[in-house]
């Protein structure tokens, strides 16, 4: 995913800008991994392989999304006011 690709997107929900976080680019930039989250309605699409994963959220598995999002440091969390689960990022030090 090109980072002006990047610019064209927006949450799939409510359209709002999506803010970004990238873990893993290739040499002309390109986008390979990452986490597009929108501070709107607080979901959030992880980019596997270069590819933006924006889709409904009866079609998402957590189960697949979990192990990427530890590998970059986030944690879901349960919450008790939203059907999806919140993704906090992990703060510094070890176990
Ligand atoms: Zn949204």
Request: hydrophobic share 30%; glycine share 8%.
């Amino acid at each position: 995913m090109t980072k002006e690709l990047l610019e064209k997107l927006c949450c799939p929900i409510d359209k709002h800008d999506l803010e970004v976080n990238v873990f893993n680019e290739a040499e002309d930039g390109e986008i390979l991994e990452g986490l597009l989250s929108c501070p709107e309605c607080t979901r959030y699409f992880p980019v596997i392989y270069g590819i933006p994963i924006l889709i409904p959220d009866e079609y998402r598995d957590e189960s697949l999304e979990e192990p990427l999002l530890k590998k970059w440091g986030f944690e879901l969390t349960e919450s008790d006011d939203s059907e999806l689960p919140l993704l906090e990022e992990k703060s510094g030090g070890q176990g």
